[in-house]
Antibody, heavy 118, light 110 residues
Framework: QVQLVQSGAEVKKPGASVTVSCKASGYTFTSHYIHWVRQAPGQGLEWMGIINPIGGSTTYAQKFRGRVTMTRDTSTTTVYMELSSLRSEDTAVYYC???????????WGQGTLVTVSS | QSALTQPPSVSGSPGQSVTISCTGTSSDVGSYDRVSWYQQPPGTAPKLMIYEVTNRPSGVPDRFSGSKSGNTASLTISGLQAEDEADYYCSSYTTISTVVFGGGTKLTIL
């Protein structure tokens, strides 16, 4: 079945960077964009950006430009999201999600908790 | 890009119907039929309930329906059941090729 499996929880200090991975399986990796969405504790969903597995082109939400980098490895069908210059407000669960066509998300990863604390 | 506007909370009794609104602008909801709705029980990943304004993924009950008029989209849940209690989020594609979410609505079953 179609699955997105994310890497485990991370604890980082302010100013550091974190990389979260998302391994796709059960479908043709290059046929669907992957999005990243985050959710701070007790807060709503926030879209961070999208990567096209063909060629690796990206579009980022303005809020994260300059701090986020999304990449992919087609040989391992894995997408990566790196967020730098971490601050406490970046503490959140980070989700990858498979585009179902026209920017809606049918399949989600299980989420990765990133905690930023000194 | 500002978040779409949803009511913080709605409630209804079992068997009743509720409607959750999602108001955007001509740069998002008003420009495309690319509005989606997600259900999120506590501690779980969101689940797609409606896409492209009115379409239901396989397995979503037909008690869930979507609509749109101008810059406002709506999710209607009829025949409320206890299992419908969750947070609901709308989202829309935008004119700058991004996605914007609503702030979320907590549905309480009385």
């Amino acid at each position: 079945q179609v699955q997105l499996v994310q890497s485990g929880a991370e604890v980082k200090k302010p100013g550091a960077s974190v990389t979260v991975s998302c391994k796709a399986s059960g479908y043709t990796f290059t046929s669907h964009y992957i999005h990243w969405v985050r959710q701070a504790p007790g807060q709503g969903l926030e879209w961070m950006g999208i990567i096209n597995p063909i060629g690796g082109s990206t579009t980022y939400a303005q809020k994260f430009r300059g701090r986020v980098t999304m990449t992919r490895d087609t040989s391992t069908t894995t997408v990566y999201m790196e967020l730098s210059s971490l601050r406490s407000e970046d503490t959140a669960v980070y989700y990858c999600a498979k585009d179902n066509g026209y920017y809606n998300f049918l399949v989600w990863g299980q989420g990765t908790l990133v905690t930023v604390s000194s | 890009q500002s978040a779409l506007t949803q009511p913080p909370s709605v409630s209804g009794s079992p068997g009743q119907s509720v409607t959750i609104s999602c108001t955007g602008t001509s740069s998002d909801v008003g420009s495309y039929d690319r509005v989606s709705w997600y259900q999120q029980p506590p501690g779980t990943a969101p689940k797609l309930m409606i896409y492209e304004v009115t379409n239901r993924p396989s397995g979503v009950p037909d008690r869930f329906s979507g609509s749109k008029s101008g810059n406002t989209a709506s999710l209607t849940i009829s025949g409320l059941q206890a299992e419908d209690e969750a947070d609901y989020y709308c989202s829309s594609y935008t004119t700058i090729s991004t996605v914007v979410f609503g702030g979320g609505t907590k549905l309480t079953i009385l």
